[in-house]
């Protein structure tokens, strides 16, 4: 796509405004600051380890881990089970539809039902 006039003016007035706002900013950061000697700390006071920061662990114990842990997994039941509805109206047990199902289908579902009730009963009394 070329650049057109009006693209480059636009960057051209968003570097203005990051200059003004960008003083603006570092205002106010400056602001939240609790006192003015506070500075950000750049020198480590105290020397950290990596064992400090993260618990380090041998390939062996990580196996052994997985090799006790592999007997004794717990399967919820509920997980695999597929959420139960009626096919024919398309609602669960609470009588609300399904996720996947849009809104706007809602009525139209109804009105279906209703069609085919209205249908057997009028095949009923002829």
Known sequence: MAKSLRSKW????????????GKKELERLKSILPCEGVTA??????????????????????????????GSMEIDSTVDMPPKFNAKTLRDKNGAYPVW????????????????ANKKKERSRK
């Open 10 to 21: 636009r960057r051209k007035c968003r570097a203005v405004k990051r200059v003004r706002y």
């Open 101 to 116: 199902l849009h809104p706007r289908k809602y009525p139209k579902k109804g009105k279906k039902q209703k069609n085919k």
């Open 41 to 70: 700390k750049t020198e480590k006071s105290e020397e950290t380890t990596i064992s400090d920061i993260a618990n380090l662990k041998t390939i062996e114990e990580i196996t052994e881990q997985r090799s006790d842990n592999n």
